[in-house]
């Protein structure tokens, strides 16, 4: 099985802040990435599939890269409705998910 | 609109049995792979079973294998999780979600889900 770590798994950034999450593939997923937001009490959102690709809908702010076993999530200026736990999701062989990063307002 | 409706959760003893439904509207139902997802309390989401278009194909992870079964009718547009002697390590929000679908090929991402349903193990 595909384990999926992302780290941190608390961060703390301020209004305007760039901010970087990252996720780590315990093997190769060619790039079989999604990235999903949550907030408290919602189903989570998809923000970005395989790897860098922008959901319809999702500002541009947000965007994804990476390749291999290590994959980022970055958030170019961070806006107070971005507060959320963001899940990175494999599916290059079945599904897993990591168990987020929770991203709080300093 | 697309949207996704589950229900069938609530409190059940250790070992016994539960069956979930998710109605879906707004789509095709019957020429997609849906999908049954999990969250624990305050923890990560995992996968929990994916069934094809006609009901002929499905697929578990080893922690519900065996006793979970899922199916689906395409007449009324529904999805179902059949869950047999529950644990308390089931206790979670199930979701049911829909991957994406270019006409062609499915794709393992899920755009849409529906708003959970909670299934409380514990005696």
């Known amino acids: 099985d595909i384990q999926m770590t992302q780290s941190p798994s608390l961060l703390s950034a301020s209004v305007g802040d760039r901010v970087t999450l990252s996720c780590k593939a315990s093997q190769n997923i060619y790039k079989y990435l999604n990235w999903y937001q949550q907030k408290l009490g919602e189903a989570p959102k998809l923000l970005i599939y395989y790897t860098n690709s922008l959901q319809t809908g999702i500002p541009s702010r947000f965007s994804g890269s990476g390749s291999g076993t290590d994959y980022t999530l970055t958030i170019s200026s961070l806006q107070p409705e971005d507060v959320a736990t963001y899940f990175c999701q494999q599916y290059n062989s079945w599904y897993t998910f990591g168990a987020g990063t929770k991203l709080e307002l300093k | 609109e697309v949207q996704l409706v589950e229900t069938g959760g609530g409190l059940v003893q250790p070992g016994r049995s539960l069956k979930l439904s998710c109605v879906v509207s707004?789509?095709?139902?019957?020429?997609?792979?849906m999908y049954w997802i999990r969250q624990a309390p305050g923890k990560g989401l995992e996968w929990v079973s994916s069934?094809?278009?006609?009901?002929?194909?499905?697929y578990y992870p080893d922690s519900v294998k065996g006793r979970f079964t899922v199916s689906r009718d395409n007449a009324e547009n529904t999805v179902y999780l059949q869950m047999n002697s529950l644990r308390s390590e089931d206790t979670a929000t199930y979701y049911c979600?829909?991957?994406?679908?270019?006409?062609?090929?499915?794709?393992?991402?899920?755009?849409?889900w529906g708003q959970g349903t909670l299934v409380t193990v514990s005696s």
């Open positions: 707004g789509f095709t139902f019957s020429s997609y792979w």
């Open positions: 979600a829909k991957p994406y679908y270019d006409g062609t090929y499915y794709y393992g991402w899920f755009a849409y």
């Open positions: 069934i094809n278009p006609d009901g002929g194909n499905t």
